[in-house]
């Protein structure tokens, strides 16, 4: 990986911090894994003297989704394709389909059960 590219990894780490992303989230939103976030969060306090949230930081998450095997074969070649992990792709789909800021929430569409309505 160039300079650069760890350069801008940090930053984009670092600024997501501070916005109140948990590290958790900032591994799945870059593709990255949690040591590796913690390791650039680490850089940009000690090396770039920036004052980055230890910690937990933020809202906690409501809920742990925990992708069974088999769901993680059949997304692994679309997440591969857009150049994430599967954790990334994963959450991509469940904020694009429940999409709370974005008007009506797909997942009716999506489950096409005959489940939905005004929730």
Do not use: F, W
């Not at 992303?21 to 799945?28: E, K, Q, R, S, V």
């Not at 680490?42 to 003297?49: F, L, P």
């Not at 800021?101 to 489940?115: C, Q, T």
């Amino acid at each position: 990986m160039s300079n650069r590219a760890m350069e801008s990894r940090i930053e984009e780490a670092a600024r997501m911090r501070c916005a109140g992303h948990a590290a958790a989230d900032i591994a799945a939103r870059m593709g990255l894994n949690i040591g590796s976030v913690y390791c650039y969060l680490r850089v940009a306090r000690t090396q770039r003297g920036l004052d980055v949230p230890r910690g937990h930081a933020g809202r906690r998450p409501g809920a742990a989704v925990v992708l069974v095997p088999d769901l993680c074969a059949a997304l692994r070649p679309h997440a591969k394709a857009r150049g994430i992990n599967v954790s990334t792709l994963a959450l991509r789909i469940l904020e694009a389909v429940a999409a709370p800021d974005e008007g009506d929430p797909l997942i009716d569409a999506v489950l096409d059960d005959g489940e939905g309505g005004d929730a």
